[in-house]
């Protein structure tokens, strides 16, 4: 099991139970992304996981501080259940009076969990260590100690068939590192709720095993239980740090099993559009909570590895219907990427550029690239400067992305560089517009620039130093101030206002849809809503109750510039709002009216919070009485699981003791057998040479008595034997003497038999020289005729039988000594193999591929090659010793 580079301390109690943890560089402690466990005492954050139907995992500070956690008040009968119920509400005790434990073993087994596991984790230590072994032995793994080519590389693939591996769900229960989303109602592990948590590969971290990764149908199982159950039945905020931790787990799941297949790229579009709906729900939130610089960098991750299961799914002539909608995503992440369009649009085929998507995005990307950043990069170099007072389009931008074409998540993208283009758009206007001109209307401009309000308008002014007046009772914006040096005044701030979410252009357009429809994607689904800000004609804003006539210029002295430095009370709204106004005898009335309303509608309103007051209080007391009923129901569970438990621990002891017995008889029986078998060994050998002794014994004295009793019959018998040699070489003799004889006198003339039996053999010698000779001498067009060439494959193709679905590529093999013989030669002109590369690619009209290539013992082979490989022919050798067959070399 590897663990991550950074992965959170066993001993440090300040960070478990925290899988969310993510480092951001600031030195201090980090809490959970996503809210993350509050402190012990927050009774608001206990009510609200109460409501939710998941109770706060509290086992940490249980743990450390027992007297606390497992007190019961000391009282009556009367008011237990009273006392009880105040004791879940109230926040737990500091005092340092010792107060005695009530709680009974059954219950705290149940709530701290059983000691048990600690063994159980050690030993499933110890088993993973053979499992390793065992995985390296049969090949599922790679030998770290052995080296490997990399074409040599094992395919690796998981067998985890839960969304958990059991030693990490034992593990992270042992040492404290479960998520409150996975636990129970004691804060124990829960297997039908925990996901493996992502771990960072780091050196010295072991090699995963099999059983620690998961295939591809449990990914896509675990990733539709974290959309659909757990981010539809918790807040996002609450549930954002658990589920961007499990989905990078899911994402290295693929990667540790290299898997680029259909499934993968659902897997990956998935978690891109929850990371780009994170970007704009979340964007408010504090950076304890929320990091956007994260969420943008593992968005940027997963949009480059669909990017890459694209381009090699379309080699393989697979279409993805949602590629377009995706190179959208990246090219509005990408939006100040000059060149990105262009390689889009060269590398992309057409059926992807007409996606709806796709031609939005190029809308926006079109609108958004008119800029007036002046960056000194590399790309810019030698290159004429952006035009300063370059309008950027901003009007047009903004009315594209509220148009019904734009649908909610490429809005979204867009959403994460509306502070980069409204910053344009200042600089644009205050270079555009000229100090004398009376300004602009605060709310035309609000509009205009697509702002919710105007608080957040001005806020946004003020922090790039421009003028901020108020005419009369009117407050309007000029642009077009300088310096002494004639310099226009724009304030670059260090760093952009931080996002905020556009409730007014962009959240709209997620209509009545819920997160998990977002998520999985219903396409198309969101193109008809419309939320385009018409900017109305340019006139100056009013003041509440103020009565004033339109002007169109006013001179310098009437005019009351307010100061431009930035404050978190926003004093320059609160003076104007403040200002003293003169009012008419109308206005007078009319305020005197407003007000009688508002007291008459503040006083239904308290009649209506007394009302919903009781009611709540009603509530209360249901809840309690159903709460005291779930207690005691709860408490009789608890005992009668605890007696299971306890009978059951029982019957572990004694089966381990009767386990114990066994062994230890069949220990005292194996050496008691040992020791027979030693004595019967030693038994029989002492038999058994005592027998050889007494036989070898008998038998010398045997032959000694025969020795004597055949001794004259072995004299007889060399006399005889001599006589018969004298015999036989008297005969001998005569033999000879009279062949000596008959060869003498009877040997006939045989001359001229030998001349005639020579004329005979050789004329039989020369002809049969003479018709070897003739075979041997083929004519010139059966020469040709071997060397002539022919086209194999359109021969192999008819017997080939594809799959529909899969790659129709097949090759055939030629398998030859040498490059350089005379058979090789034959092989590339009779199969028409190209001499450079020595092979043949013939295309057929169904898309079918079939090679012909010639191997030898000195090609390098790659494992597409392999794989596509359909049969060999193999050629016999030009040296050949007679007797032999060329099969055996």
Same mark, same amino acid.
């Given at each position: ?46 009510? =609200? ?26 009282? =009556? ?151 659909? =159950? ?660």
């Amino acid at each position: 099991m590897f663990t991550s580079k950074h992965s959170e301390g066993v001993g440090n109690s300040s960070n478990r139970g925290t899988s969310g943890q993510r480092g951001r560089g600031r030195g201090r402690p980090m809490q959970r992304r996503g809210g993350g466990n509050s402190s012990p005492n927050n009774n608001n954050n206990n009510n =609200n996981n109460q409501h939710h139907g998941h109770p706060k995992n509290q086992k940490q500070s249980n743990r450390g501080n027992k007297q606390q956690s497992s007190w019961t008040p000391r009282s =009556n009968n009367n008011n237990q259940q009273q006392q009880h119920i105040e004791r879940d509400v109230s926040p737990l005790r500091t005092s340092s009076t010792p107060i005695k434990s009530t709680v009974s073993a059954e219950q705290r087994m149940k709530r701290f969990g059983d000691t048990d596991k600690s063994l159980l984790y050690t030993r499933m230590k110890e088993d993973r260590v053979a499992e390793r072994q065992e995985a390296i032995r049969t090949g599922q793994i790679a030998d770290p100690n052995v080296p490997m080519r990399l074409e040599d590389a094992i395919d690796f693939r998981g067998t985890c068939m839960s969304m958990c591996p059991a030693f990490e769900l034992v593990e992270r229960e042992v040492q404290n590192m479960l998520d409150t989303l996975e636990t129970d109602a004691f804060g124990n592990a829960d297997p039908t709720k925990a996901v493996k948590r992502y771990r960072r590969s780091a050196a010295g971290n072991e090699q995963p095993l099999p059983s620690d990764v998961r295939p591809p149908p449990v990914l896509m199982r675990t990733l539709s239980y974290l959309f659909d =159950n757990v981010m539809m039945e918790n807040p996002l905020i609450t549930s954002h740090g658990f589920l961007w931790d499990r989905t990078r787990s899911i994402r290295q799941d693929f990667t540790l099993q290299n898997i680029r297949d259909i499934n993968a790229v659902e897997v990956h579009e998935k978690i891109a559009r929850f990371h780009i709906l994170s970007l704009h729900e979340l964007c408010e939130y504090d950076e304890e909570k929320f990091s956007q610089q994260q969420e943008m960098e593992q968005l940027g991750k997963v949009l480059i590895s669909l990017n890459e299961f694209y381009d090699d799914l379309r080699q393989e002539n697979i279409v993805l219907p949602n590629e377009g909608e995706f190179r959208a995503y990246h090219l509005i992440y990408n939006i100040r990427d000059h060149e990105l369009a262009s390689r889009i649009m060269a590398t992309v085929p057409h059926h992807v550029l007409d996606h709806p998507y796709l031609k939005q995005a190029y809308a926006i990307y079109k609108a958004i690239q008119r800029n007036n950043e002046i960056k000194q990069t590399a790309e810019r170099r030698n290159k004429p400067e952006n035009i300063l007072a370059a309008q950027n389009y901003y009007a047009k931008l903004f009315k594209i992305i509220g148009s019904s074409e734009t649908p909610f998540l490429l809005a979204c993208m867009t959403e994460a560089h509306f502070a980069e283009i409204r910053k344009g758009a200042f600089k644009a206007m205050q270079r555009g517009y000229i100090f004398n001109y009376k300004g602009l209307d605060v709310e035309y401009l609000r509009q205009v620039l697509a702002y919710d309000d105007e608080k957040h308008f001005l806020t946004e002014a003020e922090l790039y130093g421009l003028v901020i007046e108020r005419v009369e009772d009117t407050v309007n914006i000029r642009f077009g101030q300088k310096t002494k040096g004639k310099t226009s005044l724009f304030v670059e701030p260090l760093s952009l206002p931080r996002q905020r979410q556009s409730r007014l252009l962009v959240d709209p357009k997620k209509g009545t849809r819920s997160y998990s429809d977002i998520v999985n994607g219903d396409q198309f689904s969101d193109l008809h809503i419309c939320t385009i800000i018409n900017a109305r004609a340019l006139q100056p804003s009013r003041l509440p109750g103020v009565t004033t006539q339109n002007t169109t210029f006013i001179p310098d002295k009437d005019r009351q510039l307010l100061p431009t430095h930035v404050v978190t009370s926003f004093p320059v709204v609160q003076r104007i709002v403040n200002a003293t106004p003169t009012y008419s005898i109308e206005d007078l009335a009319e305020r005197e009216r407003q007000r009688n309303e508002a007291q008459l509608k503040q006083q239904r309103q308290q009649e209506l919070a007394k009302k919903q007051q009781e009611l709540q209080q009603q509530q209360d007391e249901l809840k309690a009485r159903i709460r005291a009923r779930e207690q005691q129901m709860e408490r009789e569970l608890a005992a009668q699981k605890a007696a299971e438990a306890e009978a059951r621990k029982k019957r572990q002891q004694q089966e381990a003791e009767d386990r114990a017995a066994r062994l230890e008889f069949q220990r005292r029986q194996a050496l008691i057998n040992e020791l027979a078998h030693s004595l019967a060994q030693n038994v029989m050998e002492t038999v058994v040479m005592e027998e050889v002794k007494v036989a070898s014994m008998s038998t010398m004295y045997q032959s000694r008595k025969l020795k004597k009793k055949l001794e004259p019959y072995l004299d007889l018998a060399r006399t005889r034997i001599h006589h018969r040699r004298h015999l036989a070489s008297e005969r001998k003799y005569l033999h000879q003497l009279v062949d000596r004889f008959s060869k003498h006198k009877s040997k006939p003339s045989c001359k001229a038999i030998k001349q005639q039996r020579v004329r005979e053999s050789l004329y039989l010698e020369k002809r049969m020289v003479y018709e070897n000779l003739r075979k041997q001498v083929l004519p010139q067009d059966s020469i040709a005729a071997v060397w002539e060439f022919e086209n194999y494959a359109q021969l192999i193709h008819p017997v080939l039988q594809f799959s529909s679905s899969g790659p129709k590529e097949w090759q055939l093999w030629i398998h030859v000594e040498n490059l350089l013989l005379e058979s090789t030669k034959w092989f590339v002109h009779k199969f028409g193999l190209d001499t450079e590369f020595g092979r043949r690619v013939e295309r057929s009209e169904d898309g079918s591929i079939i090679t012909l290539r010639t191997v030898s013992p000195q090609s390098r082979l790659y494992s597409k090659a392999i794989d596509e490989m359909g049969g060999i022919i193999f050629s016999l050798s030009e040296t050949r010793t007679p007797g032999t067959d060329d099969t055996n070399k």
